[in-house]
């Protein structure tokens, strides 16, 4: 009589995990995550191995998905928007937040402790070019690894 129920429970905790086929479209990724909320990873923020701030510093929670075009936008706990441009192996249950691959990401924020105006909106967007890794950011105090380099995947939550 125990086996149904470890099935059931089996069952149970499959449904509630979201999967993502690579065939599924950035719309159904939205629509899956949202059906999700709020059992889904949180944590401090990679984008190809490089830290937002310092390691395990920031704690980021998903509130919204919506797309853009060919972009997936995911939206925080403090009003920080995490673009990706073209995301591939995505991976998003209560344990695990990956975007495996993506052309471009983009991170915005208002600055911590100031007021929520656009004056105190910075970004970092990243991309992949010929197999380099870019930057660029509005924010003068931001500072990124002296040597940029696609360590790990487009985007994660640690």
Known sequence: ?????????????????????????????????????????????????QWFGRPYDNFHTVTDCHTVGDAIKITFNEAEELTIWQPQGINITQTEFQIDEASRVRWEWFYYGRPPTPRNRYYVEYSIENNVLKLDSDADFFSPDAYLESAGPAAELL
């Open 1 to 49: 009589m125990l086996k149904p129920l470890i099935f059931a429970l089996f069952i149970f905790s499959l449904t509630n995990c979201m999967t993502i086929a690579d065939t599924d479209t950035i719309e159904t990724v939205c629509k899956q995550l949202k059906s999700q909320l709020p059992k889904v990873k949180s944590g401090s923020l990679r984008i190809w191995g």
